[in-house]
């Protein structure tokens, strides 16, 4: 049964994305916020379909702990499920992303669109210099800046590895950083098809302000995130029997 539910979310899951592109297209025409709303649509529906189809629901804790205003949130990353589910859950977000993913035709356009912020990992001071303007220009517009500080996706109880790209977007907007933990890959596990049910958590934890020193703040972001993710997988590996 699970193995059919899997192939079913999954096959529904990417006819929703692209069925949703259609509508999407025509937002070229429109403000950018027409987008942003299509997008949190999207990731609606697709936490609804998971938990109709797979019998995986959604809870988020900490909703109170989002500051007004430009921000940067560092979450962990499990799987493709947070890309989605996270964007309702703020006013105006954007993701930090690789720059490959916007040369993808129609997807990539839509997060151009979208004001997301791309990344060439490989370009040097350059590379950097201009994700910092896009990165400025995104919080003077108190948009909601989401970047996984890993840079990758992590199987659910791996050895951290978080990057320094975090602390250096940290330092140079001057802005709170709001720590997120989940649990996702208990669910939907890295490089499997596999949907299991039962309840993914996301916990929005307390911002870290702005004006720590490099080493202090990658010690305190990766304490939280770790200390409440490890506290979530606990829950759900009990909650399953495992």
């Known amino acids: 049964m699970l193995l059919l539910r899997s192939l079913i979310f999954n096959a529904v899951f990417y006819l929703n ?57 560092a979450a962990k990353h499990h799987s493709f499920w947070e890309t ?19 040369w993808i035709p129609v997807f990539g356009w839509l997060t151009t669109k979208a004001g997301m912020i791309p990344i060439d ?41 978080y990057r320094n790209g975090i602390a250096h977007l940290y330092r140079q907007l001057g802005v709170p950083c709001l720590p997120v933990a989940l649990n996702s890959g208990a669910f939907w596990p890295r490089r499997s098809f596999l949907r299991r049910p039962g309840t993914i958590v996301v916990e929005i934890l307390p911002p870290i302000q702005p004006g720590l020193e490099r080493e202090a703040f990658m010690r305190e972001l990766q304490d939280r995130i770790e200390t409440a993710t490890n506290r979530l997988l606990d829950e759900a590996r009990a909650a399953n029997g495992r």
């Open 17 to 73: 994305l692209a069925l949703r592109l259609i509508p999407a297209i025509g937002t070229f025409l429109l403000p950018r916020r027409a987008i942003i709303r299509t997008a949190q649509a999207w990731g609606r529906s697709s936490v609804s379909l998971m938990e109709r189809i797979v019998g995986t629901k959604a809870e988020f804790r900490g909703l109170e702990n989002i500051p007004s205003g430009g921000l940067l949130v």
């Open 84 to 102: 989605f589910a996270l964007l309702p859950i703020f006013d105006d977000p954007t993701f930090v992303m690789k720059r490959e993913l916007s």
């Open 121 to 161: 990992r490989g370009g040097g001071a350059a590379a950097i210099a201009r994700m910092n303007r896009h990165a400025l220009q995104a919080v003077r517009d108190g948009r909601q800046i989401l970047i996984f500080p890993e840079g990758t996706r992590r199987s659910a109880g791996a050895e951290p590895a």
